[in-house]
């Protein structure tokens, strides 16, 4: 992927000084060109289109956003109650993912998503144990964002 990004910059900058005007439209007229080229010729790269993978972190970004709103108006709406109803408590949650880098951005999305915490993660990197503010409440959601967040994850990660 680094590779198709420096190809890109340099079929700019070689349409940027093939023109009358050396300046910066120009030289994006060519990363677009390069653009179109590379989309072309991707089948002979060993890797995948690099935008293909930028577009996939815009919707784990997107995704992360969802749920960190979500988990908000939940968390929000628990503290806000007159009397403070919680059963705090661990939880262990099994991924898929697979590798360090996966299933330390897993936990790390689930770190910033408010109401819960991964306390552990075992050391054969499939299974998380999680503290809940509230596990009656929050278990379910949590698992259900895990899901979304292991769809996206595997999306920017995976070459398939």
Known sequence: MPMQILINLLIGVVWMFLQDTWNV????????FGILVLFILRRYMP???????????????????????????????????????ISPGIFSLETELEGELEVSLLALLMNLTPGSVVVEV????????????????????????????????????RYD
């Open 122 to 157: 075992a050391p054969d990197n499939k299974k998380f144990f999680i503290h809940a503010m509230d596990i009656t409440a929050q278990k379910e959601s949590i698992f259900h964002s895990k899901e979304k967040f292991e769809k996206a994850i595997k999306r920017v990660t």
């Open 25 to 32: 439209l120009t030289f994006f007229t060519g990363y677009l």
């Open 47 to 85: 890797t995948k289109f690099y935008l293909e993978t930028f577009i996939a972190v815009v919707k784990l970004f997107i995704v992360f956003i969802e749920q960190l709103f979500t988990s908000s108006v939940v968390v929000i709406r628990q503290i806000t109650q007159p009397k403070l109803n």
